[in-house]
């Protein structure tokens, strides 16, 4: 999961574009970039590390130009240590593109191949996402040989992409001096939505509080299998490029990754959160009497509007009984389990009043080792509760993702292979109530009639591609980040969120 920005306007965008960026911040930390356009000539900047550690004033001043492209990474294959595979990615022909992606291709493997071999490409890292962007560039040289590039040969170019690549996949592509094109699988896996300020300028961006954030007003979402191609003058042409398309998006990001004051594809983050909170309601009702719960308290931060909605369907007292510190690292990049236990509690401190001599109902958004889900539920009995109940406003996570998001293997996820009673006993809770999958999915899809369904591969285990094996997601599975030299082996899922484990 990463986020990617792209801006086409009538004056300079690196401010414009950063300022993107730091509202896309949750979806990626480890590194970030941004490329801009003067005179069919690119200036780039990335580094790892956060936003406002990687651009300096003198940074920016280097970042001419009315055209850009920005992303913060969360990287899912390659090396996480690797500057080299920070984005954006550039290659000089043809034309001269530069390329960001948010998503995973499942046939990048098979892809390198190909290029080096039939179409003479060479790709230099382990990133995909290069990968994708010499696919990119070849089909741009076939499509063009002979004919000037515009709209007709860039569409022709993101079609025979949708042949040849597999996977999830939004695409920002910026051609030197021609314009910019974004793309969306056929299945709208990741999101893509498109605004236009009050001056003109035309922005794309993973998530419509990047638009809103920087004054643009959101028009709409780009479709899956869809195309669209903005030139320098501002003018956007689009067109559907795939055979087939349905718009089946990744519910994880309603459940956990999206901020919830997005919209994604027609809903409302925070109300699909709301809902959430609604149907998870009925479970906990039919599996502890209300009278038997004291109080309801969020683990933060994403499962703050679930909460809130099931304590107010219960009648129970809804409280803020963890703080959260925000200057604390990532507990997913400590390098042992002892040393990630620790840091839980330096993240997230009890406040003892709100739970002692109380059962207290805890909320998560989704409960992925179970490591930290069972250090909070420890802190909640040293502060005094009398018993500690644990909801999921997720269901069970019993299966990889390899879409994008880094999902443990199935060996690590704590529901795999076991019962919610198993489950129970490993986190230590008195009461373990998990979302339903299917409740899940109409509770969200309510929102918007138009979405076909949703890839929900890491509750159901059916990858929406429909073209997943078990040798695929093994495969998958090695590419996956590579650990740093003390980092423990394993998921980076975690993010900025201390409750998900």
Do not use: W
């Amino acid at each position: 999961m990463c986020g990617i920005v792209g801006v086409v306007s009538n004056a300079p965008v690196n401010q414009l574009i950063y300022d993107a960026l730091l509202l896309l911040q949750h979806r990626g930390q480890d590194a970030a970039g941004i490329v801009t356009q003067q005179d069919c000539k690119f200036f780039m900047h990335k580094a790892k590390g956060m936003v406002r550690d990687v651009f300096r004033t003198r940074n920016m001043r280097a970042l001419p130009g009315h055209s850009g492209l920005g992303q913060v990474r969360y990287p899912t294959a390659g090396n996480a240590e690797s500057e080299e595979e920070a984005q954006p990615f550039y290659v000089n022909a043809p034309f001269g593109i530069v390329l960001v992606h948010n998503g995973n291709l499942t046939n990048a493997r098979a892809l390198k191949a190909e290029l080096f071999s039939t179409d003479h490409r060479h790709i230099n890292t382990e990133s995909d996402s290069e990968v994708l962007l010499n696919v990119l560039a070849h089909e741009l040289e076939q499509a063009t040989r002979g004919s000037a590039l515009g709209p007709d040969e860039v569409f022709a170019a993101v079609a025979n992409v949708h042949r040849r690549i597999r996977g999830s996949y939004a695409v920002i592509a910026h051609i030197a001096g021609r314009g910019m094109v974004a793309f969306r699988d056929p299945y709208g896996i990741r999101p893509l939505s498109m605004g236009r300020g009050a001056d003109g300028a035309v922005m794309l961006a993973s998530e419509t509080v990047a638009l809103e954030g920087t004054g643009h007003a959101p028009e709409r979402d780009v479709a899956p299998g869809e195309a669209i191609y903005i030139t320098l003058d501002g003018a956007v042409h689009a067109r559907q490029c795939a055979p087939k398309s349905q718009l089946s998006p990744c519910i994880f990001e309603y459940v956990y990754l999206a901020r919830p004051d997005s919209v994604l594809d027609g809903i409302s983050v925070y109300q699909a959160r709301l809902n959430l909170g609604e149907t998870l309601a009925k479970r906990v009702v039919s599996t502890v009497p209300p009278d038997q719960i004291d109080v309801v308290i969020p683990i933060p931060e994403s499962s703050r509007p679930s909460a809130t909605e099931l304590a107010r369907l219960l009648g129970k007292p809804y409280r803020e009984g963890f703080v959260k510190n925000r200057y604390v690292g990532r507990t997913f990049i400590m390098p042992g389990q002892s040393v990630r236990k620790r840091s839980v509690r330096q993240k997230l401190n009890a406040i003892a009043s709100e739970f002692a001599g109380r059962n207290v109902l805890l909320v998560d958004d989704s409960i992925v080792r179970g490591t930290t889900s069972k250090e909070i539920v420890q802190m909640a009995r040293e502060a005094g509760a009398r018993k500690v109940y644990m909801a999921s406003a997720a269901p069970p996570v019993r299966y990889p993702n390899v879409y994008g998001i880094d999902m443990p293997t199935k060996e690590e996820l704590v529901a795999h292979g076991r019962t919610v009673e198993e489950v129970r006993q490993i986190i230590g809770a008195d009461a373990l109530i998990y979302q339903d999958v299917d409740a899940m999915k109409r509770a969200v899809g309510a929102l918007n009639p138009a979405v076909a369904g949703f890839d929900a591969s890491c509750f159901d285990g059916v990858y929406v591609t429909g073209d997943i094996t078990e040798g695929d997601i093994a495969r998958l599975n090695q590419q996956r980040v590579k650990p740093g030299e003390d980092e423990q082996a394993g998921s980076r899922l975690t993010l900025p969120n201390a409750g998900v484990a």
